[in-house]
């Protein structure tokens, strides 16, 4: 693995929690749950999606939710609530649209409702890797039990400004994040500990997830 590129000395401050807008995706369909709304889904006494909402609150300035079914239960969180603008649950991507252009920070970072243990430095840590490689984005990626390194591309920071280069991607047809992130100049972090990116996508990873697996 090579060594972290030292920090640009031309290059701006890293983004500050101030700067940043943390959005919660709770939009999907929830197919390998049923069609259940996943964020929803309670564990250890509150929805995924609030976990996720509290683990980010400290991290960022202003939050939100993108969320496309039960949208009054989100709303009574208290923070705002985005659906997608293209309808038929259209993917990850639509919720990060979604949250780029309702967003008033130059960035959005993104987790997702089903992994409420992320680490607590998420964010600072995207941050400092986006300052240091004069980055337009950032993405999570994991160090598995093999050494090979797992992406995590939903645990994303990115400039605002990237609106209009996505929504072109999606009017275009497309979906998948990493054929979209690789057009833009971007940095990964790697965290070590992969149980921290648990993620809940069926209803027997919820029991896991609710037994600490």
């Keep these: 693995m090579s060594s972290p590129a030292p920090p640009r000395t031309d290059a701006p401050p890293a983004p500050t929690p101030g700067q940043t807008t943390g959005l919660v995706l709770a939009g999907g369909r929830g197919s390998r749950m049923g069609g259940i709304d996943k964020g929803l889904q309670p564990h250890r006494g509150l929805p995924l999606a609030r976990h996720a909402l509290e683990r980010l609150r400290p991290q960022v300035g202003a939050l939100l939710v993108n969320a496309n079914r039960h949208l009054d239960t989100y709303r009574a ?22 949250g780029l252009e309702a967003a008033q920070t130059p960035w959005l970072v993104t987790v997702p409702c089903d992994t409420p243990g992320f680490p607590a430095d998420l964010v600072a840590r995207l941050a400092a890797a986006a300052q240091a490689e004069g980055a337009d984005l950032a993405l999570a990626a994991t160090r598995e039990a093999d050494g090979s390194l797992q992406p995590q591309p939903v645990f994303c920071l990115l400039r605002t400004a990237l609106a209009p280069s996505l929504r072109a991607f999606l009017g275009a047809g497309q979906r998948k994040i990493d054929r979209w992130t690789a057009q833009h100049r971007g940095a990964t972090v790697v965290f070590d500990d992969a149980g ?18």
């Design 196 to 213: 921290a990116f648990f993620n809940a996508n069926t209803l027997d990873e919820l029991a896991a997830l609710q037994r600490g697996g």
């Design 77 to 98: 969180w208290g923070v705002g609530v985005v659906a997608d603008a293209q309808a038929d649950f259209a993917g990850p991507l639509a919720g990060m649209l979604a």
